[in-house]
């Protein structure tokens, strides 16, 4: 019988699978559909459920109507640098895949910021390999403590979005080893992740998943016991079903293997221990989830439940936001002091909360820094907002609230399922005008027997002017207005462009509508997908996508006019400035770190006329800040869920401190990084070692915001530093620092510790992260911080020899960040 010790899931395989015939084995190794596996009643084994994080948990259906927490998007939690509160993260996401029905969380990603111009560098943690495993492995033990599975993605290299799925990233062994693959191996070995997920891309002239990696480094080096999966249709042959290699193809039920696989064992190219190893792996899996007959969930003794997830997830927000700059103790505000505020940018009214792609979830609610801020000063402080401008060149989706279903229902449209005959199918009432669709529209109705969508409303136009109207996606729109044609376009995929960028920032088909206040007119948006060139091979990619979309034409100068003096008749200006779906999302790189549209315009506006200007940066990855050093604070609050304006009213009044430290290197210029350009499909990762801080600091560069930088509300003395030597038996070494609050009010730091070997024989960083501790203290407390620098932090990858500690002394620097090392003290390897 089964055997469950600490979540470790032992089986005894040959009682699941003994009455298995090659055909039911085969068939387990391939999902079932997009978001499940096949169920094996002959094995016990029910329908596993696997869904996309990591910022929240969607389901099996891209539904405003089944909404999901949304939770602060990875650089935002890694600017906590605190692993405990993102294993409660890791938590609070478990719960909500059990509310959802779902068994495997397809999350954390764990590649690097290689560069800031790659594009999906929000869902990532950090450019550094020791804080992103850290805070991989408490998200991973967070979600696995809860009985379901977490995903490690994606192995290995995925760390741009251009051509990823052909690219070949050339890497050299010992970039690949302490940089890329190190933050995979601390998990698996640390973390206990139950599954990985091989990329799309290749390393060194092999696609991931085909990889030698998989058997010789994943599996059998580093002992993992798991699920490989494939990233979604990156299965692309049979060779991939080799032994050691892909467990699991997704989506299904179609793939290279089938019948195929079978044919391959029988003719004796495939061994049927492979098949039986992943089989094996597969059960495990199930077992551990709690999705096999007779065996509970692997749960682990953890601490209650949320009793508030509002709460949880805004206390997280505020532990990430980074506070870059702060001139004259600006920051904390005191609203006894205020009469008028004036709230600015367009992210101030409509915020980001997540980034584009896999990681997107439909929020329960969101809360506008506009909203969270009026609400926060209260009904004596008047609260002002100028948008300032557009910052996108898209028309911006319909708002649903200006809409009203064809029965009445307000904030709502109707969408209508339409076969190749026009007969309908089926239809829906939803409160969304984004609109997406996996393989199922309903019961017995699959994305392949629509051969048109109709969406139905009418919409109130809020104030005179010329709208622009229509719709997004890939096929023919043909736009009705009061029964009138007005307008029919059929739209394309980009040449070269990624399928999920069809997705994301899909190709528009609008035109002008002249509305009076309070016009109403009925809208028919009528929607006939066209076939996609989606990169995948042969795979069929069943999913269908469109927006409605409404904007007013307004005028950019006027609004631009409008914030300044806003701006100049308030006692402080908070400008909120960030990017748009068309800047940060899975399927596309960034082509510049500037801010979009007029964005740094107004902060140098609004700083002439308000010396108290804050300016807050809602961006899941760096941005360009010209104008940093003219403002009198800078926020970086990230992308922060669903809680941003409460969290971030409650950092701008002080009731909490900004406790983010940034994760990865800001910075001041557009050159100066890695390419993500592949040159006639190969991506060389030229730097080799030299990634973010380690390239500023061998380059004598100085970014705009150093690697670890974070103010707070109050201020610290550094006073001492020890190494225990009774605690280096296993090569490691444990550090004590003494540090004291010297500020007027209880406060969180960071304490980093960076190593160095000014004389090293081997090529180094000047420093590297080695550790780091988080502590809290009341004012005038002195608090003794206890942290670990393991044996590995020291060791160099050696291409003889593998891992390596260089003899003799090392240096250990102590501080707030790597710019500012207040403490220092020797160790010596032996």
Sequence with gaps: MSQILAGDVRIDVWQYTRSLTLEQKVRMLTGADFWSLHPEPAAGLRRLVVSDGPAGVRGESWDERDPSANVPSPTALAATWDPERIERVGGLLAEEARRKGVDVLLAPTVNLHRTPHGGRHFECFSEDPLLTAAMGTAYVQGVQARGVGATVKHFVANDSETERLTLDARIDERALRELYLAPFETIVREGGAWAVMAAYNGVNGTTMTESPMLREILKQEWGFDGVVMSDWFAARSLAAAGPGLLDLVMPGPAGP????????????????????????????????????????????????????????????????????????????????????????????????????????????YVVSPLDGIRTAVGDDVEVVHGAGGRTSGRVPTAQAGSLTAPDGSNGALEVRFLDTAGNLLTRQQRHATTLLWSG??????????????????????????????????????TLTADDATVHEEVTSLADGADVVEGMMRPPQAVTTLDLAEGQEVDLVLRYEPGAVEHGFGEAEVAMLALQLNIGLDSDDDAELEHAVRQAAESDV????????????????????????????????????????????????????????????????????????????????????????????????????????????????????????????????????????????????????????????AAGGFALTVRLRNTGGRPGREVVQVYASRPDSAVERP????????????????????????????????????????????????????LADLRLVTEVRAE
């Design 440 to 477: 199922v529209i309903a019961d017995g109705i699959g994305v392949r027997d629509v051969a048109a969508i109709e969406v139905h409303a009418s919409f109130c136009a809020p104030q005179p002017g010329r709208y622009l109207v229509g719709g997004s996606g890939l096929g023919r729109f």
């Design 257 to 364: 293997w089938g019948e195929a696989l079978v044919d391959a064992v029988r003719a004796g190219k495939v061994p049927e221990s492979a098949v039986d190893d992943k089989v094996m792996r597969i059960l495990r899996l199930a077992a551990r989830v709690g999705a096999l007959d007779g065996i509970a969930s692997a749960v682990r003794d953890v601490p209650g439940g949320y009793a508030d997830v509002g709460a949880e997830l805004r206390a997280a927000a505020a532990a990430g936001f980074v506070l870059a700059s702060n001139t004259g103790s600006m920051l904390p505000l005191d609203v006894t002091g205020l009469s008028r505020v004036a709230v600015l940018g367009a992210n101030a009214s409509v915020a980001r909360t997540l980034g584009g792609g896999s990681a997107t979830v439909a929020p329960p």
């Design 766 to 817: 000047r420093r590297w992260l080695a550790g780091f501790a988080t502590v809290d203290a009341e004012s005038g407390e002195v608090a003794d911080v206890d942290i670990t620098v393991p044996a590995r932090a020291l060791a160099h990858w050696d291409t003889t020899t593998g891992w390596t500690v260089e003899p003799g002394d090392y240096r250990l620097e102590v501080g707030r960040s």
């Design 573 to 728: 200006a908070v400008v909120v400035v960030g990017t748009t779906e068309e800047v940060e999302s899975e399927g596309f790189d960034r082509t510049t770190l500037a801010l979009p549209g007029r964005q740094d315009e107004l902060v140098r506006r609004v700083a002439e006329v308000n010396l108290r200007t804050v300016v807050v940066v809602n961006a899941g990855a760096p941005v360009l800040l010209p104008w940093a050093d003219d403002v009198a604070a800078v926020l970086i609050a990230w992308f922060p869920g669903q809680e941003f304006g409460n969290a971030l009213a409650d950092v701008l009044l002080g009731i909490v401190e900004p406790g983010g430290r940034l994760p990865m290197t800001w910075p001041r210029e557009e050159a100066g990084h890695p390419s993500v350009t592949p040159v006639e499909g190969t991506l060389p990762y030229d730097e080799g070692i030299f990634v973010g801080y380690r390239a500023y600091e061998r380059d004598g560069r100085k970014p705009r915001y150093a690697f670890g930088h974070g103010l707070g509300y109050t201020e610290w003395s550094y006073e001492d530093v020890s190494v225990l030597a009774d605690q280096n």
